[in-house]
Nanobody
């Protein structure tokens, strides 16, 4: 089992930046996929960005060019750099990893972007 702890959320004005972090612990030896999802009020959870064990990244169209996913060298912490934030980016952001065939979720960190 992998435990995930997210941090870095908060309140920011439109156009500002935030950096989210997610630290993994526990059975981390075979993490092969790390990603950020978000869920806005009244909406379904959606994939924001992902990074594979090989370093390939992918992004939702709505965040391309503004958000960057990265990880540390040990591949146990994943980051989401969010620039040029918009009010529609307001959501709870969740970190998720897949280790082997098991997916784990963090508790979420709230991001609020004011206009």
């Amino acid at each position: 089992q992998v435990q995930l702890v997210e941090s870095g959320g908060g309140l920011v004005q439109a156009g500002g930046s935030l950096r989210l972090s997610c630290a993994a612990s526990g059975s981390i030896f075979n993490i092969n996929f790390m990603a950020w999802h978000r869920q806005a009020p009244g909406k379904q959870r959606e994939l924001v960005a992902a990074i594979t064990s090989g370093g390939s990244t992918s992004y939702a169209d709505s965040v391309k060019g503004r958000f960057t996913i990265s990880r540390d060298g040990a591949k146990t912490t994943v980051y989401l750099q969010m620039n040029r934030l918009k009010p529609e980016d307001t959501a709870v952001y969740y970190c998720t990893v897949i280790a082997g065939i098991k997916r784990s979720w963090g508790q979420g960190t709230r991001v609020t972007v004011s206009s």
